[in-house]
């Protein structure tokens, strides 16, 4: 069974860092794009940054690039999110999903209907 679980989420003061792992079971994450979206409470699900399935090409939102890092560890099945200089307006549930291939971009982020698994989400919350 193809599955996606997420960790790293907390509070954290504005400016610090997180790291969160997007862990994959049943499938092999470096022949799949994976892509962190995230949303926050009352506004809608927006993509953040996606990395493409064996070419390993970045993506990110205008928002987040330069303050946050995605990369993939093929041994450990894992996809990371470094998210440094940290803003309160990046408090948000965080979710990574998969697709097979490279990501799909639209004006910078990645497309969340062009995913086929997603999972549960981590919360994270920036603020003093």
């Known amino acids: 069974q193809l599955q996606l679980v997420e960790s790293g989420g907390g509070l954290v003061q504005p400016g610090g860092s997180l790291r969160l792992s997007c862990v994959a079971s049943g499938f092999t994450l470096e022949s799949y794009a994976i892509g962190w979206f995230r949303q926050a409470p009352g506004k809608e699900r927006e993509g953040v940054s996606c990395?493409?399935?064996?070419?390993?090409?970045?993506y990110y939102a205008d928002s987040v690039k330069g303050r946050f890092t995605i990369s993939r560890d093929n041994v450990k099945n894992t996809v990371y999110l470094q998210m440094d200089s940290l803003k309160p307006e990046d408090t948000a549930v965080y979710s990574c999903a998969a697709r097979l291939g490279p990501c799909t971009i639209v004006g910078g982020r990645p497309v969340a209907y062009t995913m086929n698994y997603w999972g549960k989400g981590t919360p994270v919350t920036v603020s003093s």
């Open positions: 990395i493409s399935g064996r070419s390993g090409v970045t």
